[in-house]
């Protein structure tokens, strides 16, 4: 079986670091508190951010160690520019605890996710969509451990969060119903993944996003739904349009849209179709070696 879906679309299950310069909320800040002139504050603000692009370029460059060191000097900026219990703070632990989940190291990053999760808590209140990002990523760390029914039960809550703020029809929404739906299908609750995924398309198609990336990557996941409940022809047609969208969106020759075309091939087999099968799985061979022979 050539499903590599966790290799399609590199979104939400396996997130990257996210910045969010929220804030002040419910609670000031010794920044606020202050008599740090509006020019000087401006100043501070600018430089954390600086910190956390460091941060975030060396882990797009796969530079793990040196990214946690600049993740590390952003969270002690912070505190002392911000003061202890601060939103950007509380970024800076998300983003540290994410480098190490990215590590293996699962009990420093749930040390750090637990402490974003309550200073957010604290300082913007239970319901703040910052509160909501920090269930979700503590949820994807315990998908790591393979802690199921915890991670299930902080997606619902990080969904709940999100549809009582922005509305249960809000594009927003796709991080915690996308993890939903790709825990459910790691557990092998198919129909739960698929109500999900349906709910994620129709939102997408609502906001007239269906020839995004993002809308074709819930079509590749629910055609691979369809796949494991042996529902092959209706596989077939979704992969058809995720290959379709992403040929036009990303290029033939993109390493998603061979994800799709491996993804073509099994289910053309499964349908007997032997010569088409052929046809999909040796278009994405030779990509494969095009990709890899320049890169």
Known sequence: MMLRLKSFISTLLILVIAISFTGCAKV?????????SPGE????????????????????QGKIREATSAANDALNFAKKAFGSSNAKVATSLNNLAE????QGDFKK?????????????????NEHPDVSLSLNNLATLYVSQKKYNQAESLYKESLSILEKQLGKE????????????????????????????????????KANKKEEPAYAKSLNDLATVYYFQGKYPESESLFKQTLSILEKKLGKNHPETVVVLENMAEVCKKLGKENEAKIFADRAKGIRQTNHATG
């Open 99 to 102: 480098l190490y989940r990215v």
């Open 28 to 36: 000031p800040c010794l920044q606020c508190a202050s008599n740090q």
């Open 109 to 125: 990053a749930e040390s750090y996710y637990n402490q974003a999760l309550l200073m957010r808590k604290q300082v913007l209140g």
């Open 170 to 205: 809000h594009i927003e929404l796709q991080t915690p119903l996308n993890n939903l739906a790709d825990l459910y299908k790691i557990e092998g609750k198919y129909l739960d993944s698929e109500l999900a995924l349906k709910r994620l398309l129709s939102i997408f198609e």
């Open 41 to 60: 504050i401006l100043k501070k603000q600018e430089e954390w951010k600086s910190l956390n692009i460091k941060a975030v370029q060396l882990y797009q």
